[in-house]
């Protein structure tokens, strides 16, 4: 028997937490992005460029509000939400810089569950 285990099933009583939403592609596999410039995250399945990218999670846009911060790569880049729709958010980059391919995206308020 393990002695450093509270119980042998204290293995299967951790929960995972669920995966980040992430970005789709880019044509280049990242972009360069600039603080002032207009962003837009879509659910249009095309390669992304430095005006906009697929983002494939609803719940995103469901959630998303004018003035909320939406944070990639843990908060590297930032950008602030002009408008939401069920298909399009629209928002200004607040701290530019270099978004890669498949980077996790959050709501500053908190992580968002994805429907597995």
Do not use: Y
Request: contains cysteine; charged residues 30%.
């Amino acid at each position: 028997m393990l002695k450093h285990c509270a119980s042998p099933s204290a293995a299967f009583d951790r929960r995972e937490p669920a995966p980040a939403p992430r970005v789709w592609k880019f044509g280049d596999g990242f972009a360069d992005l600039v603080a002032g410039a207009r962003f837009r995250f879509d659910r249009n399945p095309a390669q992304g460029d430095a005006t906009r990218v697929a983002l494939p999670h609803p719940e995103l846009f469901d959630a998303a509000r004018p003035g909320d911060a939406l944070l990639v790569d843990g908060g590297r880049l930032r950008f602030r939400v002009l408008s939401a729709t069920r298909d399009v958010i629209d928002t200004e980059i607040t701290r530019g810089g270099e978004i890669l391919d498949r980077e996790g995206v959050r709501l500053e308020a908190g992580p968002l569950s994805v429907a597995h």
